[in-house]
């Protein structure tokens, strides 16, 4: 069992940044590929970024591509999102997950989730 704590949501203005941070504990981190998903007001969730387990390769929603980067530290247990030129559009609630193996972009192939963290870009 894993479990995922989010956190570093808030309000920012369109144009601006934020870092998202997700701390995981319960099993050994280096063991699980990272996700991070987002789900908005009356829509359903999807993928944004996934890293594999080295942190070597990642991938990223092409909504994402070139503003948003996924990294994680297996030393601390952490992974994180860090999103630039952030738009309204990407405003939503913020999940972190985990699943062993490979990297995946869909949301019922990762077992482990976080409680979320909200994200507000206000135009």
């Known amino acids: 069992q894993v479990q995922l704590v989010e956190s570093g949501g808030g309000l920012v203005q369109a144009g601006g940044s934020l870092r998202l941070s997700c701390t995981a504990s319960?099993?050994?981190?280096?063991?699980?590929?990272m996700g991070w998903f987002r789900q908005a007001p009356g829509k359903e969730r999807e993928f944004v970024a996934s890293?594999?387990?080295?942190?070597?390769?990642?991938s990223y929603a092409d909504s994402v591509k070139g503003r948003f980067t996924i990294s994680r530290d297996n030393a601390k247990n952490t992974v994180d999102l860090q999103m630039n030129s952030l738009k309204p559009e990407d405003t939503a609630v913020y999940y972190c997950?985990?699943?062993?193996?490979?990297?995946?972009?869909?949301?019922?192939?990762?077992?482990?989730w976080g409680q979320g963290t909200q994200v507000t870009v206000s135009s």
């Open positions: 890293i594999t387990r080295s942190g070597g390769t990642t």
């Open positions: 997950a985990a699943r062993q193996y490979s990297m995946s972009t869909y949301q019922n192939t990762y077992p482990y």
């Open positions: 319960g099993r050994t981190f280096s063991n699980y590929v």
